[in-house]
């Protein structure tokens, strides 16, 4: 019966390194909401990835709960997802170990993450940044999901994802789904607005260069009017154009609108116009995270209950394949 047939399951996870930027809003957890009504959808704040960068323990404590904070503005439910905080369900380390065992090392050195954030931080390369993307497959195989929403950037972890998955299931049987990655046509990789040739990142110096998702209207407007873009002054998507084509991809983001009609939308217009549009349609968008955000966070019972309630019930899900990984390695099996 059609009524009885399984939901996709779906997965992803969100580092608490800071408020979240516009780049992980359209790149993914804009995908997580569009896709949390036809999915099993369950969603993590990666607060055990984000170790590998030794953030200061009492903001990242902070940070963890406003980014559950943020899943919960944005209007992701809890009860109808399983939300929860990644160190307090056990299971993703317990299996990250068993999947290093899984990994070789020649292929996990292959990571383009990897090789830019040592470079980028080379006085700390520690082995969980190198092991990051075996523990990122742990916390997707645990639960056997289908679908992964990402941006651009982590296509390559979902690629390893897949080959750990496949690599174990042909060594020890059937275990685990592969998982597909689920990229959005556009948005999924959105640039700087300061540097159009490089990725928005929470990370970035230059607070000009990055939208934070909390930003007031008047700072997104600032920001947007400040953006980088080039002299041609004609609002087409073209090669060389990055900053334009940047724009585009969040303006169409937003408002659903493709590029053709973006043009001629802003034909004859200058690049003033059309930035002050594609700030007024990102101001809308983030409009219910920015007004439901404090709500949230200033409740701290009720959020720590919310990701209590959302480990308790990712926690069975992820023990039963952790079971079945224990019984198929030889690991004797706790009574
Ligand atoms: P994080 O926190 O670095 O990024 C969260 C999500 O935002 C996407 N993203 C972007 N998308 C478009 N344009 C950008 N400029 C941009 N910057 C970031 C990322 O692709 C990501 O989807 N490793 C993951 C966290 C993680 C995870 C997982 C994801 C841990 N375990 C399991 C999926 C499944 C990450 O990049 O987080």
Not at 16 to 41: E, R, V
Not at 66 to 79: F, Q, R, V
Not at 143 to 166: M, S, T, W
Not at 302 to 318: C, F, K, Q, T, Y
Request: some cysteine; hydrophobic content about 40%.
């Amino acid at each position: 019966m059609e009524n009885n047939e399984r939901r996709p399951v779906v997965l992803s996870c969100i580092q608490p390194t800071s408020i979240p930027t516009l780049g992980n809003y359209l790149g993914a957890l804009k995908n997580w909401k569009a896709m949390s009504d036809d999915n099993d959808c369950i969603f993590a704040v990666a607060d055990l990835h984000a170790l590998t960068i030794h953030p200061e323990p009492a903001k990242l404590r902070q940070q963890s709960l406003e980014m559950y904070a943020i899943l919960l503005a944005m209007g992701l439910d809890p009860e109808k997802n399983i939300m929860f905080i990644q160190s307090h369900v056990p299971a993703h380390t317990q299996l990250a170990w068993i999947l290093n065992c899984y990994t070789q090392f020649g292929e996990a050195s292959r990571m383009t993450q990897f090789k830019e954030k040592s470079l980028k931080h080379s006085d700390n390369v520690n082995v969980g940044l190198f092991d990051y993307p075996v523990l990122m497959a742990a916390d997707i195989l645990l639960y056997q999901a289908n679908f992964v929403p990402v941006g651009a950037d982590q296509k390559q972890h979902l690629e390893i994802c897949r080959d750990i998955a496949d690599r174990f299931n042909n060594l020890r049987g059937e275990t685990f789904t592969l998982p597909e990655p689920y990229i959005g046509k556009t948005g999924a990789k959105v640039m700087s607005l300061q540097d159009p040739t490089q990725k928005m990142s929470k990370s970035d110096v230059n607070p000009k260069a990055t939208v934070s998702i909390l930003d007031t209207p008047d700072v997104i407007m600032k920001k947007f009017k400040s953006a980088v873009t080039d002299s041609e002054s004609c609002v087409r998507y073209a090669e060389g154009k990055d900053g334009i084509n940047n724009l585009m991809t969040i303006y169409s983001c937003c408002t659903g609108l493709d590029y053709d009609k973006i043009e001629s939308e802003f034909a004859g217009k200058g690049y003033g116009d059309f930035k002050a549009a594609v700030a007024e349609a990102v101001i809308e968008e983030l409009r219910p995270v920015r007004e439901n955000f404090d709500k949230y966070i200033s409740d701290k019972a009720s959020l720590m209950s919310a990701a209590a309630d959302g480990a308790e019930r990712a926690g069975r899900i992820a023990n039963r394949t952790l079971r079945k990984v224990m019984k198929k390695t030889g690991l004797v099996m706790p009574e």
